[in-house]
């Protein structure tokens, strides 16, 4: 089955914010929510995933240069556009 790509979201940064909770919390649920920032970049994919398709999301500032840090070994793969 192919899994489709969610398209950019020019309203919100796509990134996924891990709400801090572990498995000695007491209490809370772990889970992922999208961060709520507004974007201010999109990412694209230069070339195509193991999947065959090219992605693409939107990053706020923040998250932008998070992306640059973590990935800097990566970031030949993928070219920035900014959101004007
Ligand atoms: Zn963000």
Redo the contacts with the bound molecule.
């Keep these: 089955m192919t899994k489709l790509l969610d398209p950019p979201d020019f309203e919100q ?1 796509q ?1 996924m914010v891990h709400n801090g909770c572990g498995p000695f919390s007491m209490g809370g649920i772990s889970r992922y929510d999208r ?1 709520s ?1 507004p974007p201010k970049y999109i990412i694209h994919e230069i070339k195509p995933g193991e999947d065959g398709l090219r992605g693409s999301m939107s ?2 500032t ?2 932008k240069d998070k992306f640059l840090i973590e990935m800097k070994d990566k970031i030949i793969n993928y070219k920035f556009t900014q959101i004007l």
């Design positions: 940064c990134t961060c920032h990053l706020c923040f998250h």
